[in-house]
């Protein structure tokens, strides 16, 4: 049954800056789920490209045939609607395969983060209660072993990585295991991926799916603030988003592309363990017929370069990732000598963090593309909202508009059923910025308070709190200032560390900041800066500070400021201020952490 959601189509974001060529409801199928979309789009174009990893090549015919044969697989395994899988592995066609045979059979994916510890495994792997497990090889002395003997499944399925990469020849492939340039490991008393293919029958079984009930992913929170959660996002959540960033992007024709859909390209150094990856990547390439460039790890600048270069790239390509990805290139020496990939770039869209204006427009001089911003979280599948990057008004400084069939407010931060404040601008209209759409997760697992005090019902709607405060202009579009729980608050003040990040990183010589606050006895907190510089530069910490003297008022001006070498990251890009926080001895003591 076709649905159309019902956002008020007075609300200010339609008023001036909406693009024309883009639907503002979303209208969708709720009897999809994206394995319907793969097999579609296998039998009406079975030689479209849709993976390229490691030189080889994947058409959406082979991937379905995989994916088909590796359900019956789990099937075999007895895996079976509302089971769940976890999938520890990097980006690759293993990732694909599996989570898309998982779609299938109304198995639950949990992807699980290749660079964890076994301890933060054991967590992901109890919450969600994963029965099966597919590992790459070299991760399991590392990450799973050491705790499996704490865990009971059912089914337990290893691969290398470079067990699909038929784009490698053997002799590569033979001699690289050999000298160890391509890593190896033994999972005892498990499975092989390869064989479990061979075995496998085309014609495996085939759940039937409640679109907005039944689970589809449980995607970990960035558990920035807190530990870890696991988000329930169901079928019609990880379905509406995909089509929701596609009506979006694809609407928005430029001279050099008509559009970046079927045969275009999505770069996927996003890993698709991660929310941003799952949907922008992986789900809104199948969605459209495109096809992913997946890196098993973030490639260097010149290696992605090089990439974009070699490979054939007919109809545009869309670059999804976090700020640093883009600070890369726009700061990289020898750019000038890939102005041939480059030209194939349709546009960027930054996430999982704010993106700076002088990241931004370095970035956009230098390669002649357009960076947007986009805002998201785990919870909401992710995407909210993406600026649009057409047009002579462009939503530079702002989270951009929200995306098809979504709505957003601004409600009172410790008030919620006062309902959202009718004013605009910072002064009077500040508080929690709160979204509804049909990408809005069901809720936390096995977390009911927490879902209950994140998914509240106003006006005959589910909105989410998202945590973050922000304010909305008079056009609809929301400038965020920072995460409730990361406010710093000093003598009264409150201070926003977006907001100090965005200006320090102004200063010619500072590549990267982050600013969080620190406990004291005597102002509540005081602001601390972790910044990295330009070597060349000869900046020094004292010097950096008096600049902020000369710049800002007092108050915001941070008592510390450190120098680092690399400022901490998650795999996807994002700052960890928590993880900058408790480096700091007055922090650890100041919560009891050891």
Known sequence: MKITTRVNENSPWFAKYWPETV??????????????????????????????????????????????????????????????????????????????????????????????????????????????VLILDMLNEGMLGPIRNELDFKGVVSTNLVDLASGMSTIKKVFGKMLGMIPKGKVPDSLEFLKMLRDGSPDSPRAVIDQEQDPAAYIMTGGTTGEPKAAVLTHRNIYTNALQVNNWVLNQPTPEFEVPGPKGAVVGVLPLFHSFGMTCVMNSAVMVKAWMMLFPKPPSTSDLLKTFEKLDISNGMIYPGAEILFQRIAYFPAIGRYEAGLAKLFCCVSGAGPLHRHIQEKFESITATPIVEGYGLTETGPVVSIGNFIGEERCTGTTGLPIPGT????????????????????????????????????????????????????????????????????????????????????????????????????????????????????????????????????????????????????????????????????????????????????????????
């Open 23 to 132: 639907p503002k409801q979303l209208t969708y199928d709720d009897s999809l789920t994206m394995y319907d979309i793969l097999e579609k789009n296998a039998d009406e174009n079975p030689d479209y490209k849709v993976v390229w990893f490691l030189d080889t090549w994947v058409t959406y015919e082979q991937l379905k045939e995989m994916v088909d044969r590796f359900a019956s697989g789990l099937n075999r395994l007895g895996a079976k609607k509302g089971d769940v899988l976890a999938l520890i592995l990097p980006n690759c066609i293993q990732y694909v395969v599996a989570y898309y045979a998982a779609i299938k059979l109304g198995v639950i994916v949990t992807g699980v983060n290749p660079t964890y510890k076994p301890g933060e495994v054991l967590h992901q792997l109890k919450l969600t209660g994963a029965e099966y």
């Open 407 to 594: 709505e957003w407010k601004i409600f009172p931060v410790m008030d919620f059923d006062a309902g959202p404040v009718g004013t605009f601008g910072e002064k009077e209209g500040l508080g929690e910025i709160c979204v509804s759409g049909p990408q809005v997760m069901k809720g936390y697992l096995n977390q009911p308070e927490e879902t209950a005090a994140t998914i509240r019902e106003w006006g005959h709607m589910q909105w989410m709190l998202t945590g973050d405060l922000g304010y909305m202009d008079e056009f609809g579009r929301i400038v965020i200032r920072d995460r409730k729980k990361q406010l710093i608050k000093m003598k009264g003040y409150s201070i926003y560390p977006k907001e100090l990040e965005e200006f320090i990183g102004t200063h010619p010589d500072v590549r990267e900041v982050a600013v969080a606050g620190i406990p004291d006895p005597e102002t509540g907190e005081f602001v601390k800066a972790w910044v990295k510089v330009d070597q060349e530069s000869g900046l020094t910490s004292t010097m950096l500070r008096d600049w902020c003297k000369e710049n800002m008022t007092h108050y915001k001006v941070p008592k510390e400021i450190e120098f680092m070498d690399q400022i901490p990251k998650n795999v996807i890009g994002k700052v960890m201020r928590r993880t900058l926080q408790e480096m700091d001895p007055r922090f650890r003591k100041t919560y009891g952490i050891k």
